[in-house]
């Protein structure tokens, strides 16, 4: 089991952290993880340097939230959220359930500033090799999530991995 200490990602904390088991040993073929409270699953992948976040298909299995993966990483269980009372601003961390699905994942082939908008503000870094989904492009800019933070970075310095994106 994983404790909010342990997870150490405040993005999920902040979006109701509940309980996380961390899978660390051999996975060969499916594991199925299941927590006794209810509510919804992610996955924080370990096969990757910066854990990629993904959304965990559950299901409910005697009175069980439960999830199966196929890999090494930490399941996370959140609590679901509020109904939204107003449209969040547009580079604040989205809700869980409107989070929209990424069109594509790169990876950065150097390191770059994260902005607010398009070539404004600079409001943090993200790392050379980081692989991150990338939500919306705007000219020459991405709109991606990184370590919880979501903004802008430019198109220039990447390779795609998968999605349409290029």
Do not use: H
């Amino acid at each position: 089991m994983v404790d909010e200490a342990g997870l150490g990602r405040m993005d999920l904390i902040q979006r109701g952290f509940i309980q996380a088991v961390d899978v660390w040993n051999s996975v060969t073929g499916t594991v199925e993880v299941c927590f006794r409270n209810a509510g919804m699953l992610v996955f924080l992948d370990a096969t990757y340097v910066e854990r990629l976040l993904t959304d965990l298909e559950s299901y409910e299995r005697d009175g069980m939230t439960c999830g199966k993966i196929d890999r090494i990483g930490t399941v996370v269980l959140l609590d679901y959220p509020a109904a939204p009372t107003e449209q969040p601003a547009e580079n604040a961390l989205p809700l869980y359930d409107s989070t929209p699905q990424s069109i594509c994942q790169i990876k950065l082939i150097e390191t770059l500033f994260l902005r607010a908008e398009p070539a404004g503000e600079i409001i943090g870094l993200v790392w050379l090799y980081s692989e991150v989904p990338v939500f919306k492009i705007r000219g020459d800019w991405y709109f991606i999530e990184f370590q919880g933070q979501v903004g802008y970075i430019s198109r220039d310095y990447r390779k795609v991995l998968w999605g349409d994106c290029a």
